[in-house]
């Protein structure tokens, strides 16, 4: 810890890093923050703390923080420091111009995880109302989106099933393409230390993660497949489930709906779900398959069943059949009678602070808040009636459509809120074709982050130091974000936006953030009784919170699914279009480090730990000696899309074919070699299976 002195007083807030939300307090002394310490009853952590939320905090005061509004004609011209006035003004007349020339839907915007719930939906509202579109995206276009549509579909809302806690009544856990040792340091120790009083662990990943080996926790059995193989995988536990008939009929019977379980059925158990062959694909020998099927489906039990609960990531997420693998969990938690209870369920664990937030709160382009279909009319109608206005009722762009119609010509405006698409999205040369092709693009954000070197106006954002409104992380819980301090450049970023609408010519006004929580509850029934007096009593809520259930809901699904019934879906396995040729032999996979966090923007700019500086390759002996790398080489990686340099690292984590890297650095460019590929429900990019080359190089 950073002993500045002793604090003279303290305030409550939620960490701004990952999805397990954990509570802080802020210790203040002479209005400097002088330590964050994990607040003991914080109902996400208990007192726990990671690395990050507890000594990476120091980037809010970071000398790169832009605190003046900037604007410039032209990209390559020099920033220029103006008022918020002239800022805005200037922004909302380019913004303006373009749709006076290209039309309406010319214009849209990204809102951010990052930011707070209030904050991303008057993000939207804005796009919706002072732009008339509904060219509104969020992040997690990029990272969870298969988890919206995949738990949809089956279960009938977007969003996990569990509280944390609940993984402490588990007997089996299911970990798929999630490192939380790693991502979500707190939960993945909650994880340990259930594992340590005796549950048992199943690990379906590429790698071998910290679970796989560490001591007293150490999985079970670890299936380490070839990246692009998650449906084939799941299929294939789904089969021996029902051709073992280890599946509880009682439940189904209940519980999901007769037809669509028989078409299910019929598919399942056709021979090509087998393990056997799942295994030409998968690369996993059956007989792993076999125990792993069995273990989870009894959850461990001889004589009763015990609880299996699933757990799962990006890995999971982030391919072209993203989508089809979330259904396809939510089809084995179903097939064996996990969900509706502590100790079970279908958990994503969600990567930034506030992804479900940002997903809720309705930045999609197809959907209100509370994923409510624009295309609907009564639900357009309630919020037309509040707003005052048509809403527009086609949806609008996703941001992989809004960098193709930018390099078409026909898309020219661009809002960003907290968001580095130029470092964070793949295929870097096409996301920087398009940006350069915009005639209006604001930035919205803390730093010059490397989206800024193609915008027009910059408009500096707060910190979550700066910031009063709430987070919502993986688990649905609603906690708050307290000021610790006034904002650096003077305005609260929700009255950033407001202002933007007012010079677009939608009057959005609001007194505080509260205000805007109390308008999220009267538009959105899943939020119906959720306030920030109420968040403070509790100490948070969970979603859905309304008059059937005031104090929130910790478990979802309890006597039926949010649809209903539950709905098994057919997840037929195919590969993804990125093959492995003798040109690019190998695959690269990428993922997150414990001490660093996405494109590194806050973890890069706080010296008050050890931090890794540099991105590297981790590559298993076998492909490095048949390549003449040894440890610590500079090694050149191609792909179809592009290349870059990196420092290789052998590594036993990797197995043999597969290589592996981080995305935290913006030299390292790990996105200039990942595909446009992306899920075919949702369009979330398939960061995880690139065909490459590796080569010794001289250059760094
Ligand atoms: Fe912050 Fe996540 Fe670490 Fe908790 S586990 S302190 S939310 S980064």
């Not at 008057?122 to 969870?144: E, M, P, S, W, Y």
């Not at 989206?451 to 910059?458: E, G, I, L, S």
Request: charged share 25%; hydrophobic share 35%.
């Amino acid at each position: 810890v950073i002993e500045k002195g002793k604090p003279d007083h303290s305030v409550i807030t939620t960490c701004a890093y990952c999805g397990v939300g954990c509570g802080f307090k802020a210790e203040v002394k002479g209005g400097e923050v002088v330590r964050m310490t994990p607040w003991k009853d914080g109902q996400a952590n208990h007192g726990h703390s990671c690395v990050k939320g507890r000594f990476a905090w120091e980037y809010a005061f970071h000398a790169d923080r832009i605190t003046k509004p900037m604007i410039r004609e032209k990209i390559t011209d020099p920033w220029k420091a103006v008022s918020w006035d002239e800022a805005i003004a200037y922004g909302a007349k380019r913004l303006k111009d373009v749709q006076e020339k290209y039309g309406r839907k010319s214009i849209g915007g990204i809102s951010s995880s990052r930011c707070t719930n209030e904050e991303v939906y008057v993000v939207q509202k804005l796009v919706r109302t002072g732009f008339g579109n509904n060219n509104i995206d969020t992040c997690a276009r990029v990272c969870h989106s298969p988890t919206g549509y995949g738990l949809n579909q089956t279960f009938g809302t977007s969003a996990g099933t569990q509280t944390f806690d609940s993984v402490m009544d588990a007997d089996v856990i299911l970990v798929i393409g999630a490192n939380p040792t790693e991502a979500h340091p707190v939960f993945g120790s909650q994880m340990k230390r259930r594992l340590r009083q005796g549950a048992r662990l199943i690990v379906i990943d590429p790698r071998v993660i910290d679970l796989v080996k560490t001591p007293h926790v150490a999985a079970e059995l670890h299936l380490p497949l070839k990246p692009g193989t998650n449906v084939a995988m799941i299929n294939a536990l789904a089969h021996v489930i029902l051709t073992e008939g280890l599946e509880d009929k009682a439940y189904i019977k209940e519980r999901c709906e007769d037809q669509a379980f028989a078409d299910w059925c019929a598919f399942i158990r056709d021979e090509k779900n087998s393990p056997e062959m799942a295994e030409q694909y998968t690369r996993v020998v059956a007989a792993d398959v076999r125990a792993a099927a069995r273990l989870y489906a009894t959850g461990g039990g001889l004589d009763h069943k015990g609880n299996s609960a699933i757990y799962y990531g990006l890995g999971v997420t982030e391919h072209s059949q993203g989508s089809t693998a979330v259904m396809g969990l939510a089809n084995l938690a179903m097939l064996t009678g996990n969900v509706g209870f502590s100790g079970v369920g279908v958990n994503p664990l969600r990567g930034q602070n506030n992804v479900q937030g940002s997903c809720d709160m309705g930045s999609f382009p197809h959907e209100l808040p509370g994923y409510r279909p624009v295309g609907d009319e009564a639900v357009r109608g309630s919020f037309e009636k509040d707003w005052g206005l048509k809403l527009d009722p086609e949806p609008g762009l996703r941001i992989p459509g809004m960098f193709d119609e930018a390099v078409a010509g026909q898309y020219r405006g661009m809002y960003i809120q907290g968001e580095d698409v130029a470092q964070s999205d793949p295929n870097t040369a096409h996301v920087e074709a398009a940006l350069r092709n915009l005639d209006c693009l604001i930035v919205q954000d803390l730093f010059l982050n490397e989206t800024a070197r193609f915008a027009h106006v910059f408009l500096p954002g707060t910190s979550f130091l700066e910031k009063d409104g709430t987070f919502t992380n993986a688990e649905r819980r609603i906690s708050m974000v307290n000021k610790v301090l006034e904002p650096v450049a003077g305005l609260d970023e929700w009255e950033i936006t407001c202002r933007l609408s007012r010079a677009m010519g939608y009057d959005m006004h609001y007194d505080t953030s509260a205000e805007i929580m109390d308008e999220i509850a009267r538009l959105t029934p899943t939020f119906a009784g959720v306030s920030f007096d109420k968040i403070k009593r509790q100490g948070s809520v969970q979603w859905p919170c309304n008059a059937d259930a005031p104090d929130g809901t910790p478990i979802m699904h309890v006597d039926h699914f949010v649809r209903g019934k539950g709905h098994f879906v057919i997840t037929e396995f195919v590969p993804t279009e990125e093959k492995v040729t003798r040109r690019f032999p190998l695959i690269l996979t990428t993922g997150r480090i414990l001490s660093q966090y996405n494109v590194g923007a806050q973890t890069r700019r706080t010296e008050n730990n050890i931090w890794h500086e540099e991105d590297v390759l981790e590559i298993h002996q076998q492909d490095a000696d048949d390549r003449g790398i040894r440890d610590g080489d500079w090694v050149n990686i191609t792909s179809r899309m592009g290349e870059t340099t990196l420092k290789a690292r052998i590594s036993d984590r990797m197995q043999p074919g597969v290589i592996f890297t981080t995305f935290h650095m913006p030299k390292s460019g790990a996105n200039v070699v990942t595909t446009d590929n992306a899920d075919w429900a949702t369009d979330c990019p398939e960061y995880k299976v690139t065909a490459v080359e590796v080569r010794l190089t001289n250059h760094q």
